[in-house]
Antibody, heavy 113, light 107 residues
């Protein structure tokens, strides 16, 4: 069964850059799936950030598109999220996922001075 | 952007009761609608995919139906462990979107 594990800094200062990595195990990132990032502010609902295919093709949420980059590293079987110019509104649990079926456990990112 | 509207926002049901959650899409999404269960401090767990396809390991009391714009998640014979928030999610078009969630409480 595919497993996904998010990692990255848990605390950022406003205007900084959020960088997270999702390590994929028990499965290949080169499989025919889209790999996604989703976030959830504390006590709120789910927001789709974007997705990437192993070819490097990406789709982003228009609401975040100007600040988001998702990339893939096939040699490490992982993919990454970069979000620039963060504010307190970006404080959330960040999840990585495969298609609609597998999600990681999530990592909490707090933006605070 | 396709908007998914769930109803109700909250439901309180006695054990062994029945839960029905609806998800309405702002435009047709075929069968590209999925249901998730999220318990506190856990990541969402897939319950039903493509409107009505069951998922291995998910109890049979969970079922889904619908197509186009109207979808339903049904939980038969509710158990205490089913207390959670339930979300619908569409993968028909970009950007992918989620419903606002329905919280189910056990009376």
């Amino acid at each position: 069964q595919v497993q996904l594990q998010e990692s990255g800094p848990g605390l950022l200062k406003p205007s900084g850059t959020l960088s997270l990595t999702c390590a994929v195990s028990a499965g290949s990132i080169s499989s025919s799936n889209w790999w996604s990032w989703i976030r959830q502010p504390p006590g709120k609902g789910l927001e789709w950030i974007g997705e990437i295919y192993h070819s490097g093709s990406t789709n982003y949420n228009p609401s975040l598109k100007s600040r988001v980059t998702i990339s893939v590293d096939k040699s490490k079987n992982q993919f990454s999220l970069k979000l620039i110019s963060v504010t307190a509104a970006d404080t959330a649990m960040y999840y990585c996922g495969r298609g609609v079926d597998y999600w990681g456990q999530g990592t909490l990112v707090t933006v605070s001075s | 952007e396709i908007v998914l509207t769930q109803s109700p926002d909250f439901q309180s049901v006695t054990p062994k009761g029945k839960v029905t959650i609806t998800c309405r899409a702002s435009q047709s999404i075929g069968s590209n609608l999925h249901w998730y269960q999220q318990k506190p401090d856990q990541s969402p767990k897939l319950l039903i995919k493509f409107a009505s396809q069951s998922i291995s390991g998910v109890p049979s009391r969970f079922s889904g139906s619908g197509s186009g714009t109207d979808f339903t998640l049904t939980i038969n014979s509710l158990e205490a462990e089913d207390a959670a928030t339930y979300y619908c999610h569409q993968s028909s078009s970009l950007p992918r979107t989620f419903g606002q969630g329905t919280k189910v409480e056990i009376k």
